[in-house]
């Protein structure tokens, strides 16, 4: 063989040990991510329904529970993706020759963005309803009872849904973009239809995004409130254990002598609010004995990071708008090679890009905490060991709708400058100037109403509380007054 052979084999072998290399590191960063998703689900479901008698329904649970497993780690792998990206990026950048990240490269960001995009098409279109008919499905009427006839029953329902949505999906196209190269190019299932479909979903998951994101934020305050222990000028923690103490005590007076009241009491009610009461006293205590430090200064301090991070995320999006009128450059858009460790994506270097990986982490975990503070969603709330099945899959489904949009997310908003990867990037309504403008523009103004409502309510609420003027017999702003009537009386 000649020197030119030679040279095309070892290119050909190197080309494939990368390939391989690739594969074993997607699949331990998978693998972690469902180890953590599954230890995760298992403390939220509901054990009676894996231990029933019937160990068909069993079966059908547990099936259900391992396909929202991978969802969940289908969803934490989108929140990770573009932090990933950021901080590949900047090391690369930093440690050009290094040999023992020889395997960070732009090929593995690139494959790893597919994958997300891959596994998000899989687990939305078909593992996610395959789950949820697979668990309200009974069999055909006349079949053998089993776990394979609910298997029959559930792909025949999938596969009726997945024609009513491909001929939602083709209607809606036609409508949008009445082009007969448009409609035709819907016939093409995988390079058009499911990234057609999927820019649908992760444009609702964008205006969810939108609507909880600002809720999340301004909800962040209290939520940080209850975690932490207040200081003294704002929280009386001694009159909230004598309260707690005194309702435990009336609870169980009545527990104890139930023929002492003339209506018929519901016992196990009683038993739960006694339990409750316990369990809040517990924290009472735990809350009391904190430190000085901790009540003075852990405080203080947790507040004064949720308002700079939410103020810099107002900032860098007000300064986005700007930029969206004066460049064009500023519109997000698709990258279809990694070129990594060339150029940093932050004007400050890699102090910039720790500043925006810590805002998308923040703004991901606000948008969840607005997801299930908003009454539509509130329900979807889950228990701790008191979750039932339909409910798991459902917040698995919202997870990832979420999590899946929070790339275009950030890139829509100018969080950061790093462009999308892959099919994130192949998104029509990216490219329309007015739509990004308008989404900048009512994020920037949702946040600061949301803000600006929840500080002067709470301002007001604790300035009332820490004079004690809720205690008072007096009207208060915000309570009706006393008809003139009633006072005479």
């Known amino acids: 063989m000649e020197a030119a052979d030679y ?36 403390r939220f479901k509901k054990p009676a329904e894996f231990t029933t008698v019937d160990d068909e329904d069993a079966t059908v649970n547990k099936i259900a529970l391992e ?18 990206s950021i901080i590949s990026n900047e090391v690369l950048l930093s440690l050009p020759r290094n040999y023992y990240i020889q395997w960070l490269n732009g090929s593995l960001i690139h494959g790893l963005w597919n994958l997300v ?74 390079e058009y239809y499911l990234p057609y479909l999927y820019s649908c979903i992760s444009f609702l998951g964008v ?34 254990l004598y309260c707690s103490a005194f309702e435990e005590a009336a609870l169980t007076r009545r527990i104890c002598n139930p023929t002492s009241c003339w209506l018929p009491l519901d016992m196990e009610l009683l038993h739960r609010q006694v339990l409750a009461l316990q369990t809040q ?26 308002l700079v ?20 450059a500023a519109m997000p858009r698709g990258m279809q090679g990694a070129s990594l460790g060339q150029v940093s994506f932050s004007k400050l270097g890699s102090f910039g890009a720790v500043i925006q990986v810590v805002l998308i982490f923040y703004l991901m975990v ?30 698995c489904v919202c997870l990832l709708v979420l999590s899946s949009a929070l790339p275009v997310f950030s890139r829509t908003l100018g969080l950061t400058r790093f462009d999308l990867l892959g099919d994130f990037g192949r998104f029509n309504w990216l490219g329309n100037f007015y739509i990004v403008f308008l989404y900048n523009a ?30 008072l017999p007096l009207p208060v702003s915000g309570f009706p007054r006393a008809s003139r009537k009633t006072q005479h009386q």
């Open 7 to 42: 040279e095309v084999l070892s290119v050909r072998e190197q080309l494939f040990h990368e390939r391989v290399r690739e594969c074993i590191i997607s699949t331990l960063l998978f693998a972690t991510l469902y180890i953590l998703c599954h230890i995760f689900l298992t």
């Open 67 to 84: 396909l929202c497993t991978f969802t969940l780690a289908v969803a934490l792998g989108a929140v990770l993706l573009l932090p990933f």
């Open 117 to 190: 995009f891959l596994f998000s098409n899989l687990s939305l279109i078909f593992l996610m309803p395959f789950a949820y008919f697979f668990t309200e499905s009974e069999g055909f009427a006349g079949s053998r009872k089993g776990v394979l006839g609910r298997v029959y029953e559930t792909v025949v329902m999938l596969m009726l849904l997945t024609l009513l949505v491909l001929g939602m999906v083709w209607v809606a196209s036609a409508i949008v973009d009445n082009n007969k190269a448009s409609r035709e190019s819907l016939y093409d299932f995988w």
């Open 207 to 240: 205006l969810l995004l939108l609507v909880c994101t600002p809720l999340g934020l301004a909800r962040m305050f209290s939520v940080t409130g209850k975690l932490l222990v207040k200081p003294r000028l704002l929280e009386d923690l001694e009159e909230q």
């Open 281 to 306: 006293r517990v924290l009472l205590e735990k809350r009391r004995k904190a430190s000085a430090w901790q009540r003075n200064l852990g405080y203080p301090l947790a507040m004064l990071c949720l």
């Open 309 to 328: 991070l939410t103020g810099l995320s107002v900032l860098i999006v007000a300064i986005h708008i700007l930029e969206l009128l004066i460049d064009e």
């Open 366 to 395: 606000s948008s969840v905490v607005g997801f299930y503070s908003s009454p539509l969603f509130r329900t979807l709330r889950p228990r701790w060991h008191d979750t039932a099945m339909t409910q798991i899959i459902g917040n």
């Open 442 to 471: 009512a994020f920037a103004g949702l946040t600061t109403l949301c803000l600006v409502k929840t500080f002067t309510a709470a301002v007001r609420a604790e300035l009332i509380r820490a004079f004690g003027l809720d205690r």
